[in-house]
């Protein structure tokens, strides 16, 4: 049974995006203003859906990240973000911060019951993971490209300065699969990241004046926020000020591979 107070309605049509796409992607020569991609990664889709007329009222898109066990609720909010337009992706089974652990069993134990749990409720295309809870390594790079597209930062993102950066390999673009682009940075939302309302206004100012793509990343969306989650007014006002700068909103199903 679905949980009270929560729309799983499925729009009868995905929204378009309002930006220039080129085989389904962003042309990226074509934009002139400058990208925003927002991550969420906590997993609480309970305080996701209830934004979707949010995103839709800025024609934005987003990336989400599911945490734990996967229900058939959850696939079924997954299948809702993706009705809207949006890219959905995997965390962890359970958070779990160590080093060097052996791929195989950090996959077989934190990764593959997720996988196989959405499969069964018929979600079939995560094709994202956020950062594993271990030391990144190219030996981990190599496996979970095995199963996933984009996961983590590759290394040389700049530093907008000014803004106070969390650990790079959260940002979750790498420059490679962005020809010709540059990209300033992943910036997290919240307190943990000493983010202002003047340093976010200054980093989406330096997208829109460099055509830039920034990454903001943070664990959820909470009207009473803090730390690393984002609240609902503040979300509101960047979605806003995206819209006043002439910035694309973008989820990784829009951004090149």
Known sequence: MMSENIDFTIPAERPAFPGPLKNGKLDLPAVKRGVVSFTFDDGVYKTWLPQMPLFARYGARATFF???EIT??????????????????????????????????YFDEQIRPQIDAAAACGVTDLRYFA????????ETDAYLSRYFRRFRAGAGITLPKGFWIADQDKAYIPYADLPGRRVMGGCGIGA?????????DAALTRAAEGNLLIVFFSHGIYSGAKSVDMPTELLEYLLEKCSELGLLIAGFDELPE
Do not use: I, Q
């Open 192 to 200: 943990y990241y000493d983010s202002t309302v003047e340093n976010l």
């Open 131 to 138: 950062y594993p809870n271990n030391r990144h390594s190219d």
């Open 72 to 105: 058939p609720e959850k696939a079924e909010s997954m299948k809702v973000l993706r009705g809207y337009g949006h890219s959905v992706g995997l965390h962890t089974l359970r958070h779990r911060d160590t080093v060097d652990v052996e791929m195989n069993a």
């Open 66 to 68: 599911y945490s734990g």
